[in-house]
């Protein structure tokens, strides 16, 4: 059996066929793999409905969310957050991008359009320049930045869900376990980080006059 931890080791070993594999550590295993039978783990992603069902927690008068993805990248966690947020009612302005350079010009065109920006672990989204233009864009227009990572959520985002590393090593452990007692990798199907950290920034959160009525 082989472990893969993080993007490298699973493209790496991705040409592997007869060994089983157990990844953990990748945020967007879709964008690597293609259907093959003897890999599986643990994605960084959180399942979408508990991001927006965290988000509308701290912020319940949230009625529209942007974000921008790439539909090569992200675009079957935009789908799953589309159809979680129609359920809900609240609408998701999601604008698809292919290039770097057109996110400060989508970004801006949203200020008056949305009540917060959803920052999905998108490389064609998430550049330096972007996040400059993000935090930027929630300070002038209060617009609060829930993101992914709690790094952000030191830069200045409002708000983050992380993923809980120690648990995703127990997760893809337990995957290792099963295929250990003759559990082939085919059937046990690739999952989301099962526990989750959210982050808040009260600072922020004060500039941005958000009150928050409990302890996050």
């Not at 995703?168 to 099963?178: L, S, V």
């Amino acid at each position: 059996m082989i472990l893969a931890v993080g993007v490298d080791a699973l493209s790496m070993v991705k040409p592997i066929e007869d060994i089983p594999v157990v990844y953990l550590m990748v945020p967007n295993p879709r964008s690597i793999l293609s259907g093959e039978k003897n890999i599986t783990g643990v994605s960084m992603n959180i399942p979408q409905e508990k991001q927006l069902t965290a988000l509308l927690d701290a912020l319940p008068g949230t009625h529209t969310i942007g974000l921008l993805y790439d539909p090569n990248r992200t675009g079957h966690l935009v789908k799953r957050a589309q159809d979680f947020a129609a359920k809900i009612g609240v609408r998701l302005i999601a604008k698809e991008i292919h290039n770097p350079k057109d996110a400060p010009t989508l970004i801006f065109d949203m200020k008056d359009k949305i009540d917060v920006f959803w920052m999905l672990p998108d490389i064609t989204v998430i550049t330096p320049e972007t996040v400059e233009c993000l935090l930027l864009l929630s300070l002038e227009n209060k617009i609060p930045l829930f993101t992914f990572s709690a790094k952000y959520v030191q830069m200045g985002a409002f708000m983050s869900m992380d993923i809980d590393a120690f648990d995703m090593g127990r997760q893809a452990g337990e995957m290792a376990a099963e295929i250990r007692a003759g559990k082939d990798a085919k059937d046990l199907h690739q999952a989301y980080a099962r526990k989750a950290v959210v982050s808040t920034n009260l600072m922020i959160a004060k500039k941005l006059g958000i009150h928050l009525s409990i302890a996050m």
